[in-house]
């Protein structure tokens, strides 16, 4: 059973760097069939993607994938060590209050997702 | 981008009765290799996003088969036959046959 667990802080200052932190159990994050994604839920935007992070082996590389409203301000760091996918998402500001979840992407399909996290965006 | 359109955007159901929810995409979610990639989660209060439905029709593990998918290309269906109050949250569609991926706006379901 695949099961992700989020952590990292609730809240940033406008203008700061928020870091979230997703650990993968049951599954590998060099998986060759899979894909780490960042996905945000707010009442203004409801869900929207953020992005993805993905190995595959025949090309021995990493490929990160990102939403226009994010792109340069987003990164999304695998970390084969810890078995685990890093967000960091630069120059906040109210707009990027959000619960934030990570999910596997699995063959095209989202099938099991983080607990979420809320984070809040102060002036 | 894809935009998918929900209706209705709520839904209050009598338990044991049916309900359908249906989504409308701006372009085909039929792909080159035969897959249509539309899903369908549903969020319980304060949970995460959970799959039911893969590829228009396919129920993921552990789905009651009182959850049903339709449809092709653009407009897609979901039905919830024999509603239980287990079944109340919100349910959304989405696609994931061009990035980035796109979800509809999401239809609430209550118990009358």
């Known amino acids: 059973q695949v099961q992700l667990r989020q952590s990292g802080p609730g809240f940033a200052k406008s203008s700061q760097t928020v870091s979230l932190a997703c650990a993968i159990s049951?599954?590998?994050?060099?998986?060759?069939?899979?894909?780490w994604n960042w996905i945000r839920q707010s009442p203004s935007r409801g869900l929207e993607w953020l992005g993805r992070?993905?190995?595959?082996?025949?090309?021995?590389?990493?490929?990160?994938d990102y939403a226009a409203s994010v792109r340069g301000r987003m990164d999304i760091i695998p970390d084969s060590s810890r078995n685990q996918f890093s967000l960091q998402l630069t120059f906040v500001t109210s707009e990027d209050t959000a619960v934030y979840y990570c999910?596997?992407?699995?063959?095209?399909?989202?099938?099991?997702w983080g607990q979420g996290t809320l984070i809040t965006v102060s002036p | 981008d894809i935009v998918m359109t929900q209706t209705p955007l709520s839904l209050s159901v009598i338990p044991g009765q049916s309900a359908s929810i249906s989504c409308k995409s701006t372009?085909?979610?039929?792909?080159?290799?035969?897959?249509?990639?539309l899903f369908w989660y549903l969020q319980k209060p304060g949970q995460s996003p959970q799959l039911l439905i893969y590829?228009?029709?396919k129920r993921f593990s552990a789905v009651p088969d009182r959850f049903s998918g339709s449809g092709s290309g653009t407009d897609f269906t979901l039905r919830i036959s024999r509603v239980e109050a287990e079944d109340v949250g919100t349910y959304y569609c989405?696609?994931?046959?061009?990035?980035?991926?796109?979800f509809g706006q999401g239809t609430k379901v209550e118990i009358k």
């Open positions: 989405m696609q994931s046959i061009q990035l980035p991926r796109t």
């Open positions: 372009q085909s979610l039929l792909h080159t290799d035969g897959e249509t990639y």
């Open positions: 590829e228009v029709y």
């Open positions: 049951g599954d590998s994050v060099s998986s060759d069939t899979a894909a």
């Open positions: 992070t993905y190995y595959r082996s025949r090309w021995s590389k990493w490929h990160n």
């Open positions: 999910a596997r992407e699995d063959s095209i399909i989202f099938d099991y």
